[in-house]
């Protein structure tokens, strides 16, 4: 049991050391463009047209964040409901040849139930126009 | 761990980015020169023999550029959004395996820990997007939210098909499942699932309509350059890799060969080879799909991913766990699998996609440009 902890605590341990350098790479990366700067090889030079935000060439019309489509809050809500879904379904997923043996139909047709109710909910959706872009 | 395995796994660790790194090098070159190919150009061919040296010339390039901070920007947020970017989709490497003893964790739940992980660049597009206090990456960085949780679903169903048939999450073991026959043939229907959803989670042509020039400018990068913007195009090639490896691993076999005469070392050598080949063929895939299909518009994307995709991969996870329980033959599922990609096809065909009929473009046949040319028509 110790040492199933201990590789359980190696395995996440490598992940943290792993952490590290994935933030130390990129990082350095823009450290060594800061130093560029300071020695002079990357050119500074900013002004007041050069900052101001990118719009198509023109002057700057819409100043910071501007209006945006309200579908993206439908399409998140379908999102979250169909990933946590998607969550119980590992578990299910990963022991369905055992416990199929065991159960016997009951496990594929809990979870045919289980995706059928949700289902209904995407076909809800969808004759609501959820789904639809435009 | 005493400090000596320490040392040894950043040793490693540091392996394993280095090897990314250049493989994102010759990435970035092998792209340039396969679209050319395909558009009938030469591509880069000035720095070093024949371009050889491009990349090197562009890094040179991106570092001595000037970094511009737009004078509006949320600088924070700004500054952060191309690490956050980076840093999921460098993590997952900690738990692929390259070859059979070639990882650096072997997690029990590798496959759910990457599906966690990778989706979290949604955070840094945003982030990227909202920082920048610019129309055009406020809706390139949303169109990026929109389509990566849309395409994530059937991305996941697809992966969790692969979980029932090899009873694991683990990917050493699926690759070991696959000594026989790879997952490809048991699973048509989930590879096709597997590649669309990957490349739409990647946002490459033809999903790219997050940063699509004609119509968001450069998306969620448009206020970015130099170093910054190195960053996120590093991400976008190792992503690309990814991908491709992830699509080995699961469905073409891993570093499964024919059996090769070798043992040890030589043995470890040759099969990361053969993994690597594989990999190199999906690639291929992956750059010959942008060198051949036009961009989709945000409303196909959405209904292609909600509409078809989703209860494909619904269909797809039944039918891998209803033949595993009657234990009926494995060419059923690849029967009916291709069944439903041929339905998937004729969808699209047909126009179903595209929402109104005004909006179907009539598809010009290679064949009838030759027919015309041949009777001496001007083109």
């Known amino acids: 049991m110790a040492d199933e902890m201990n590789t359980y605590f190696t395995q996440y341990g490598i992940i943290a050391i792993f952490a590290a350098l994935a933030v130390a790479v990129p990082t350095s990366m823009l450290l060594i463009g800061w130093a560029l700067s300071l020695l002079k090889v990357r050119p500074k030079k900013p002004s007041f047209v050069k900052n101001s935000i990118y719009e198509c060439g023109f002057e700057t019309i819409t100043e910071r964040w501007s209006q945006f489509n309200f579908r993206y809050y439908s399409i998140a809500l379908l999102f979250v409901i169909f990933d946590v879904e998607v969550v119980f379904l590992f578990p299910w997923a990963a022991s369905f040849g055992t416990m199929s043996e065991e159960f016997g139909l009951f496990v594929l047709g809990e979870m045919t139930v289980f995706i059928g109710i949700l289902v209904l909910g995407w076909i809800y959706a969808w004759k609501k126009g959820s789904l639809e872009w435009s | ?379």
Not at chain 2, 15 to 40: D, G, N, P
Not at chain 2, 102 to 131: E, P
Not at chain 2, 190 to 195: K, S
Request: aromatic residues 14%; without cysteine.
């Open chain 2, 1 to 379: 761990m005493s400090l000596a395995e320490i040392i040894g796994l950043f040793l490693k660790a540091s392996l394993l980015l280095a090897f990314i790194f250049i493989v994102v090098l010759i990435l970035t070159l092998a792209e340039r020169k396969a679209l050319a190919r395909i558009q009938q150009r030469k591509g880069p061919n000035r720095v070093g023999f024949k371009g050889i040296l491009q990349p090197f010339a562009d890094a040179l390039k991106l570092l001595t550029k000037e970094d511009i901070l737009p004078a509006s920007a949320n600088k924070r947020i700004f500054w952060v959004a191309p690490l956050a970017v980076f840093l999921p989709g460098f993590l997952i490497w900690v738990t692929i395996p390259l070859a059979k003893d070639v990882v650096l964790a072997n997690l029990d739940m590798g496959l759910f820990y990457i599906t966690a992980i990778s989706v979290l660049s949604v955070m840094g597009l945003l982030m990227a997007g909202w920082g920048s206090a610019n129309k055009w990456a406020m809706i390139g960085g949303l169109r990026a939210a929109g389509q990566l949780i849309s395409y994530e679903i059937p991305f996941i169903m697809a992966i969790l098909s692969i979980g029932i048939l090899a009873q694991s999450f683990n990917l050493k073991e699926i690759v070991d499942d696959q000594a026989r026959w790879p997952f490809a043939i048991k699973q048509p229907l989930g590879l096709f699932i597997f590649l669309t959803a990957g490349l739409a989670e990647l946002g490459r042509t033809p999903f790219d309509i997050h940063h699509a020039e004609s119509e968001v400018v450069g998306g969620p990068f448009v206020e970015y350059s130099g170093a910054h913007w190195s960053v996120f195009y590093l991400a976008e090639y190792m992503n690309t890799f990814t991908i491709a490896v992830l699509t080995v691993l699961l469905f073409l076999g891993g570093w499964q060969s024919p059996t090769l005469p070798f043992s040890g070392t030589v043995h470890t050598v040759a099969s990361l080879s053969w993994f690597l080949i594989k990999t190199a063929l999906v690639i291929w895939v992956i750059f010959w799909i942008r060198g051949t299909y036009p961009r989709l518009r945000i409303d196909q994307l959405m209904s292609f991913g909600w509409k078809i995709l989703v209860p494909a991969s619904f269909i797809n996870i039944f039918l891998t766990a209803s033949v595993l329980y009657y234990a009926l033959p494995d060419w059923v599922i690849t029967v009916v699998s291709f069944g439903f990609i041929g339905a998937i096809f004729y969808f699209i065909r047909r126009g179903s996609l595209a929402g109104n009929k005004q909006d179907t473009v009539k598809i010009i046949k290679t064949s009838d440009i030759r027919a015309q040319l041949s009777n001496g028509a001007e083109v």
